[in-house]
C-alpha cells in the first residue's frame, strides 16, 4: 500500500524517516543522520528499559538500508561486521530498518549473535512491519511527510483521542476497523432495538458471527437494523449517518437506553479514526481549552 520508493534511493531520506520513526516510537537519538562515511553506523538510538528495582538505558546501533527501487532483500553481504560495528560504537543491540525485507540468511546470523549472548538483543523494521505501523498506529504525520502519494490513497488512521479505540465484533472479538484495510465488507454496524427504543449497538463480522449475534437478539424479542462499515468509512456516509440519527432522536422518532446510547458513541469515535483528516498538535490542544467551557 505504501510505496517507499516516494523516497529517493541516492539521497539521506530513507534515514532521515528512520529517525523521525524511531524518535516517534519513543527512541532517543543519540547520534543522527549525517552524510560521508559512517563506518557501518546510520543511527545510535537508546530507550529507557525498567526492571522491578531500577532502570537503564539500552543503546541500539541502527543500520539503515534501501532497496524499495530493486526490491531486493538486505542480505549479510548488505550487513558485515555486525558485531564489530556493535562493539566499536559500545551499542547494546542490532535494528535493521530496511524498505525491503531482511533474508533468512540474515535474520539466522542476527539470532546467532544473540543466541550466543554477543548481543543482547536484535530487531528488523522491515518493508511491511513500518507499512502496519504506520497505517495503523496513529503515525499519519509521517506518513504524510514522507509519502504524500501514498497517503492519499490509503487513508490511514488518525488517534481521536490519546489512544487507539479498536471496533471489535461483537461475538468473535476480531478488530474490523483494522480488517477493513486488507478486505471489503468485512462487517456491519448492527442496531437491535424494541418498538423505537433501541437496547443495543454492535458491530459484527459478516456470515457466521452476525447470525449468532441475530439470533441472540431475536431471543430477546428484538428487531435488528444494520449498515455495512464499508458504506460508513466514506467520510460523506459517515456524515450522512450521523445527521440522519441526530435528527431521528430530535424527532422523538428513536429513543436510546444509556448503554446502547454509550455504544453507539464509542462506535462513532472508533469509525472517526478512518473518516476524519489528522488532528494537530495545536488542535490538540485547543480541544482540549474547549472542553472545559460550559456549552
Known amino acids: 500500500m505504501i510505496d517507499y520508493t516516494e523516497i529517493a534511493y541516492d539521497t539521506d531520506g530513507w534515514e532521515q524517516f528512520a529517525r523521525d520513526f524511531l ?11 549525517d552524510r560521508g562515511p559512517d563506518q557501518g553506523k546510520d543511527l545510535l538510538v537508546t530507550e529507557n528499559l525498567k526492571g522491578t528495582l531500577s532502570s537503564y538505558q539500552f543503546r541500539w546501533l541502527v543500520s539503515c538500508k534501501h532497496f524499495a527501487t530493486s526490491g531486493k532483500a538486505v542480505s549479510e553481504d548488505h550487513e558485515p561486521n555486525i558485531l564489530e560495528r556493535l562493539k566499536h560504537f559500545r551499542a547494546d543491540g542490532f535494528i535493521g530498518f530496511y524498505s525491503t525485507l ?3 540468511g540474515l535474520n539466522t ?5 544473540r543466541d550466543n549472548k554477543d548481543i543482547k538483543d536484535y530487531s528488523v523494521f522491515d518493508g511491511r512491519l513500518i507499512e502496519n505501523l504506520l497505517i495503523t498506529t496513529g503515525y499519519s504525520p509521517l506518513m504524510l511527510r514522507y ?16 489512544e487507539y479505540q479498536p471496533l ?3 461475538v468473535c472479538g476480531k478488530d474490523l476497523l483494522m480488517e477493513l484495510y486488507a478486505n471489503q465488507h468485512v462487517g456491519n454496524l448492527v442496531h437491535a432495538m424494541v418498538g423505537a427504543t433501541f437496547h443495543s449497538v454492535y458491530v459484527v463480522c459478516k456470515g457466521q458471527c452476525d447470525r449468532k449475534a441475530e439470533q441472540a437478539q431475536l431471543a430477546l424479542k428484538r428487531q435488528t437494523g444494520w449498515a455495512d462499515l464499508d458504506d460508513l468509512i466514506m467520510p ?4 450522512r449517518y450521523m445527521f440522519a440519527t441526530m435528527n431521528r432522536i430530535r424527532s422523538g422518532q428513536d429513543h436510546y437506553t444509556d448503554e446502547a446510547f454509550a455504544q453507539e458513541k464509542h462506535i462513532l469515535i472508533s469509525l472517526a479514526q478512518r473518516v476524519l483528516r489528522h488532528t494537530t498538535d495545536e488542535e490538540r490542544q485547543r480541544f482540549l481549552e474547549l472542553a472545559k467551557l460550559p456549552f
Open 168 to 170: 471489535e465484533c461483537k
Open 102 to 104: 531482511a533474508s533468512s
Open 23 to 33: 524518535v516517534t516510537r519513543g527512541f532517543f537519538v543519540e547520534s543522527t543522520v
Open 236 to 239: 460523506v456516509e459517515f456524515l
Open 147 to 162: 509519502f504524500p502519494n501514498s497517503y492519499k490513497i490509503v487513508r490511514p488512521l488518525h488517534l481521536v483521542l490519546d
Open 109 to 113: 546470523r542476527l539470532k546467532a549473535l
